[in-house]
């Protein structure tokens, strides 16, 4: 049998850091996306917070017509999209552990 290992050399440990502790960007020589930056995500979060409050309050003064007796309780929708969300996790980690492959699966032989 041949030892020798063929194809790129394989990284095991931490992920390596480019430039000085504490830096947060893009290796040299790449592009800068928008999300890079702290302020940025941070800014998205805050956005996205901020429409969740807006959605939930106008719940409260918005007459939805359902088909349902269960559509019209308070929150409703948030909590069918949490739990279809979560529901969704739980399947995939399952899915994960049919589907998972070793690291050296498209090594050649």
Same mark, same amino acid.
């Given at each position: 049998?041949?030892? !020798? %290992? +063929? /194809? &790129? #050399?394989? @990284?095991? $440990? =931490? *992920? !390596? %850091? +480019? /430039? &000085? #502790?504490? @830096?947060? $960007? =893009? *290796?040299?020589?790449?592009?800068?996306?928008?999300?890079?930056?702290?302020?940025?995500?941070?800014?998205?979060?805050?956005?996205?917070?901020?429409?969740?409050?807006?959605?939930?309050?106008?719940?409260?003064?918005?007459?939805?017509?359902?088909?349902?007796?269960?559509?019209?309780?308070?929150?409703?929708?948030?909590?069918?999209?949490?739990?279809?969300?979560?529901?969704?996790?739980?399947?995939?980690?399952?899915?994960?552990?049919?589907?998972?492959?070793?690291?050296?699966?498209?090594?050649?032989?």
């Amino acid at each position: 049998m041949n030892d !020798q %290992h +063929h /194809g &790129p #050399p394989q @990284h095991h $440990g =931490p *992920p !390596q %850091h +480019h /430039g &000085p #502790p504490g @830096h947060r $960007g =893009p *290796p040299p020589g790449e592009r800068k996306h928008f999300f890079d930056s702290r302020r940025n995500a941070d800014l998205f979060f805050r956005a996205f917070y901020v429409l969740c409050a807006v959605v939930f309050v106008a719940e409260l003064f918005i007459d939805r017509h359902t088909e349902h007796p269960w559509e019209g309780l308070f929150g409703f929708y948030g909590l069918w999209g949490f739990a279809s969300f979560w529901f969704l996790v739980l399947v995939a980690k399952q899915m994960r552990k049919a589907l998972i492959r070793s690291e050296d699966y498209y090594d050649v032989d």
